[in-house]
């Protein structure tokens, strides 16, 4: 793109978004750098989550906290996440994206702490409760910051840089599971959460050395600041100064239009109200396709699938850590060139089938024990699925979300698709256990697998391709402008 860019001033319009999808000759770095800072906050969200994974176990011998508590312990840090993602938006329209992130730090310091001092139950709720504030924040504010200050180069690389630093905190607490496993029991549950804390100053303190969003700086009259940002984080001064054009148009369009003049929209603006359902169903099937089952029951899956050694089980949940992180690196490279729908069908295909066969050999062989053929194809199916749902269905949910939303309900809109996320993910982390027990664990994953057919539908019937649209042109393609 950076070698066409004057040459597409003089084109016709309709060349205009060819020029934009070509890979530009050379991409600038530095927006890269900030994405990833800001998407370090990530990993503690990941770490957080999924350290129950191993922890409980420990956690149950030294407090003596019942399964009914451990379930509640393990999926109710999604629903207090939602006060974290329903106050983001508000938070970050008026602190701004970088003060935003520095407060999910903060969150991130004080719950795991809190946790790793508890001496009983209801302390371990309360630092679960702040945890999730932080989760919410988190889940929020880093896509929304990289799809703003990334260009349409490079957007669907860096806005999946959120998700594969969440599953590299995944796959840190199952290594964080496994090697503090050793240590007295008293102990080793507690060193497994205090380890998320070490790291939250410094990254609060790097977060401020990387610049505020343009976008937000134009939304507050600050336009010189906001041209100074662009012109760093572009592949071309003839690109930044197009992209402020851009931002402008938005803003000045939509000046004195209030939150609640935004939010009106959605009654009177059939583009706005398709935008926001598709962000909302895009979270609802990412969750509700089970997941979040996998990541903090898998080794009590894999348990009944055969594997009797914690041992195996904890290095096991490792394994699933290490493919659904390095998965992700597959939809970075691919988002910007083979685009973000021929990646969502394969993921949501290969989703679906991947259950059919985790259905199938439980439904096959409930009941059998020590059969290693049957816990080898189960391991294999687990991996399956993770790796089907990060090559696609797990980063691009919020690359997409985060890009076809307008810039004036940015920040409320990704507030409430995290929102529906959150939810599901609570639902089915928390009813996991009494899922299986009712319907049996072949019924759970056929189940989640006819969950997954319904996702592949929707994405084949109502997501129109969006690689190498600037932000500001997705008001064109959805009607919102």
């Not at 008026?94 to 719950?111: S, Y």
Request: hydrophobic fraction near 55%.
């Amino acid at each position: 793109m950076a070698q066409r860019q004057d040459a597409a001033a003089d084109a016709p319009l309709l060349d205009k978004h060819a020029a934009a999808a070509s890979p530009p000759a050379k991409r600038n770095k530095y927006p890269f750098f900030c994405a990833v800072l800001a998407s370090m906050t990530s990993v503690l969200m990941g770490y957080n989550v999924a350290v129950m994974s191993g922890a409980q176990i420990f956690m149950a011998e030294d407090l003596g906290i019942s399964d009914a508590q451990i379930e509640v312990l393990s999926g109710v840090i999604n629903i207090y996440s939602l006060v974290g993602a329903l106050l983001a938006g508000w938070t970050s329209d008026r602190l701004g994206r970088r003060l935003t992130i520095v407060l999910a730090n903060v969150f991130f310091l004080v719950g795991p702490l809190a946790m790793s001092l508890a001496g009983g139950y209801a302390v371990l709720m309360a630092g679960r409760f702040v945890a999730g504030v932080g989760v919410g924040y988190a889940l929020v504010i880093a896509p929304v910051y990289a799809a703003e200050i990334a260009p349409a180069s490079s957007r669907g690389l860096l806005t999946s840089l959120p998700e594969i630093f969440i599953n590299s905190g995944v796959m840190l607490s199952y290594v964080s599971n496994l090697v503090f496993s050793g240590l007295p029991v008293h102990l080793s549950w507690r060193v497994m959460f205090a380890a998320a804390a070490v790291p939250t100053a410094f990254l609060a303190a790097g977060v401020l050395t990387m610049p505020e969003s343009p976008r937000w700086l134009a939304m507050k009259g600050r336009v010189a600041e906001a041209k100074a940002v662009l012109d760093k984080t572009s592949d071309t001064a003839a690109e930044a100064e197009q992209r402020l054009l851009e931002i402008e148009d938005v803003v000045v369009n939509n000046s004195g239009s209030g939150g609640g003049g935004a939010w009106k929209e959605v009654a009177t603006k059939s583009g706005v109200r398709r935008v926001l359902a598709i962000v909302l169903t895009l979270q609802f099937f990412q969750q509700a396709s089970g997941i979040d089952s996998v990541v903090l029951y898998g080794p009590r899956i894999l348990a009944m699938a055969g594997v009797t050694s914690n041992t195996l089980l904890l290095s096991l949940n490792v394994l699933f850590g290490v493919a659904k992180a390095g998965s992700i690196l597959i939809a970075m490279a691919l988002a910007d060139r083979v685009g973000r729908r021929p990646l969502l069908l394969a993921s949501t295909g290969g989703m679906t089938a991947s259950l059919l066969i985790l259905g199938s050999l439980f439904a096959a062989f409930a009941g059998a024990e020590d059969d290693v053929a049957v816990a080898a194809v189960s391991v294999a199916a687990v991996v399956a699925f993770v790796v089907a749902f990060s090559v696609g269905f797990g980063p691009l949910a919020w690359v997409y979300s985060s890009e076809i939303l307008p810039l004036r309900l940015r920040g409320q809109g990704a507030g409430l698709g995290t929102a529906m996320n959150r939810i599901m993910s609570g639902v089915v982390t928390m009813t996991f256990i009494s899922l299986y027990q009712g319907i049996t664990m072949a019924g759970a994953f056929y189940l989640y697998a006819a969950i997954a057919a319904a996702s592949l539908v929707f994405v084949y019937a109502c997501l129109p391709e969006t690689r190498g649209r600037s932000l500001e042109d997705m008001e064109e393609l959805f009607h919102t402008k």
